[in-house]
């Protein structure tokens, strides 16, 4: 019986449209229940459209089958507004010619609805509509409440037309890390000031990792803070979204912020010190997913804690797997 269900789905939703435009973090969440729905259908044509910053985060090897640009970045040196738009025409009018039966609008914003409702897919899903157009423009149904959580919500949207499962994701395979050392890696920024790190606790967390037998290594954009601390391999502003995700896989504990190097962390079952210093993002909705992240309220109860008590908690995590 199972078999004949998941046959009749496969042949009823040959291409299916995930829509998720930014950011890294988010899209590491939109990749569970994304992994979900290819073990579902193996078979299935899977297109994500999705802005060039985040493209690094999805797998097109397993995973997904073809990622469409949507480029909505302001024109560069050189280009016109108009040549600008007629590219992201392009990008929606390519939507459309897929012939898509099934869409999901992870971000549920006008932009990313006029995306879906454009593909002409059959059936069109979105999370709940941050807007008056989105909620107009395609079905949101009502998302299971048994847990905020976005990864959770973007499973109960998924559900409501494909029976997924909760296993793991499925992410780009990383080149194994060249070093037989423990390594643990520390994003030292965040896409919003409030959210970053007291440096100072970063460099008290490096300071006992290092004592401990750690190899360290510190992750960031290039205007992100610089950690100096003894012992610590700076590579803040050095790397690649690519070359983090790397190091990140191949680490035994990843340290961050509310930031999206903790998602891809999480989807690579990296155990994660997720440290939330500020309640921007309710860290119950939006800390990075599964068993082995452990969260620190830093704009709360976790306040003042000594880093040796924070690590005491996290590392026993880090030897799980």
């Known amino acids: 019986m199972e078999k004949r269900t998941t046959t009749g789905l496969a042949e009823r939703y040959q291409r299916i449209l995930v829509i998720r435009y930014r950011a890294i973090g988010d899209a590491g969440m939109v990749v569970w229940p994304v992994s979900g729905i290819r073990r579902l259908l193996p078979n299935t044509h899977i297109v994500w459209a999705a ?7 999805i797998d097109t090897n397993q995973l997904v089958n073809d990622v469409v640009t949507i480029d ?3 024109p560069g040196k050189g280009e016109s507004r108009v040549t600008k738009f007629r590219a992201l025409v392009r990008s929606h009018l390519l939507l459309r010619k897929l012939n898509i039966d099934l ?13 879906l ?8 899903l979105s999370v709940p509509a941050v807007d008056g157009l989105a909620a107009r423009l395609n079905s949101c149904p009502p998302l299971d409440a048994s847990s905020n959580h976005k990864v959770d919500q973007f499973y109960s949207l998924v559900r409501k037309a494909l029976p997924i499962d909760a296993g793991p994701c499925i992410m780009p395979m990383c080149k194994p890390l060249d070093s037989q ?5 520390i994003t030292t920024g965040a896409g919003h000031s409030d959210k970053v790190v007291p440096i100072e606790l970063l460099q008290d967390l490096a300071n006992h990792l290092v004592d401990q037998g750690f190899s360290v290594v510190a992750l960031g954009g ?13 590579l803040v502003g050095k790397t690649t979204l690519l070359d983090s995700m790397r190091l990140i896989s191949g680490s035994a504990l990843h340290i961050a912020g509310d930031t999206g ?3 891809i962390a999480a989807a690579y079952q990296v155990p994660t010190l997720s440290i939330f210093t500020s309640h921007r993002n309710p860290p119950e909705v939006y800390q990075p997913y599964g068993p082995f ?17 924070l690590l005491e908690r996290a590392l026993p995590r880090a030897t799980i797997l």
């Open 51 to 57: 802005e060039p910053l985040v493209k690094p985060v």
């Open 72 to 74: 909505r970045r302001k």
């Open 103 to 115: 869409g999901f609008d992870f971000q549920g914003h006008a932009k990313t609805a006029i995306a």
């Open 117 to 124: 409702r454009l593909s002409g897919a059959r059936e069109r």
């Open 181 to 185: 050392e423990k390594i643990v890696t």
């Open 222 to 234: 290039t205007n992100d803070p610089k950690l100096q601390a003894r012992g610590v391999q700076d």
């Open 261 to 263: 190097t903790g998602h």
């Open 293 to 309: 992240n452990h969260l620190v309220d830093w704009a709360g109860a976790d306040h003042g804690t000594p880093a040796g008590m």
